[in-house]
């Protein structure tokens, strides 16, 4: 994608930070400004992302969530605000992001992602992050990503632990999809959602700033990707763990006989 964009004497000010580094430069701040990217879920881990890609100046961010902000989120989802409550996330969302960046363009969809609207959707975007919360969303987005050739920056939670991922399959060998990851949910009875088990509210922030830093570097093209490793945050033991993950040839949605 050849970014043609000229950046105007506020941007020259906003974006100086990124201006003044090697790696990004006005080239790239012109992808960033050019990119579409679409983010699954406004809630612990969407939150942080979507406030650092906005600040970033992603030039495009779709936002899909279907809720509506509780009293109980704001503990962990910063980008919703006290009387914002009741009100749909996509909305408290958006006037929050608008608040932080003016010059981008936030897209609202306060459904659902489901197999009727996922392909339309994801299609509009250069890149998806996955900030959902639950298993059939996960393998929704693995297998549309990798069919219509999408990265996927995916992260998933518990009280005290989130792991990291980006996604590629499409490229072939090497690069594996979250399904070689793992085959099948879970029973829904053994990963109990934030709602239920709890989380100490900045480990979301720490993994949704993580997602950010990936999807910001995977519209840069810049350093090296997590495709193909798993990064593991513990936050009690205040480590992270990087493990290689293996394409699976008989993966479902990747494998030879998959996709
Ligand atoms: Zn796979």
Redesign the pocket.
């Known amino acids: 994608m050849v970014a043609e964009i000229e950046l105007s004497d506020e941007q020259f000010q906003r974006y100086a930070r990124h201006l003044i580094l090697d790696e990004v430069g006005e080239e790239g701040q012109a992808k960033l400004l050019a990119a579409r990217v679409l983010v699954i879920g406004a809630g612990g881990l969407g939150s942080p992302m979507l406030m650092y890609l906005a600040a970033a100046g992603i030039g495009t961010i779709g936002i899909v969530d279907d809720d509506r902000v509780d009293l109980t989120n704001l503990q962990r989802q910063i980008v919703h605000a006290t009387r914002r409550v009741g009100d749909p996330k996509v909305d408290s969302a958006r006037e929050t992001l608008e608040r932080i960046n003016d010059g981008i363009r936030i897209e609202t969809y306060p459904v659902r992602i489901n197999a009727g609207n996922a392909e339309a959707l994801i299609g509009q975007y250069d890149v998806v992050a996955d900030g959902s919360d639950n298993f059939a969303t996960r393998y929704l987005l693995?297998d549309l990503c990798?069919k219509l050739k999408k990265p996927l920056v995916a992260a998933a939670l518990s009280p005290f632990e989130g792991q990291l991922s980006t996604f590629r399959?499409y490229l072939g060998d090497g690069h594996?999809?979250?399904?070689?990851l793992f085959h099948e949910a879970p029973p829904p009875n053994l990963v109990p959602r934030c709602e239920e088990a709890g989380i100490l509210g900045a480990v979301a922030g720490v993994l949704g700033t993580l997602q950010a830093v990936e999807v910001l570097k995977e519209v840069l093209g810049l350093g090296d990707s997590l495709d193909g490793a798993l990064l593991i945050y513990d936050a009690l033991g205040a480590r992270f763990h990087r493990i290689r993950i293996g394409?699976?040839p008989d993966?479902?949605?990747?494998?030879r006989r998959?996709g």
Do not use: I
């Open positions: 693995t990798f399959p594996p999809c979250y399904r070689c394409k699976d993966c479902a949605t990747c494998g998959g």
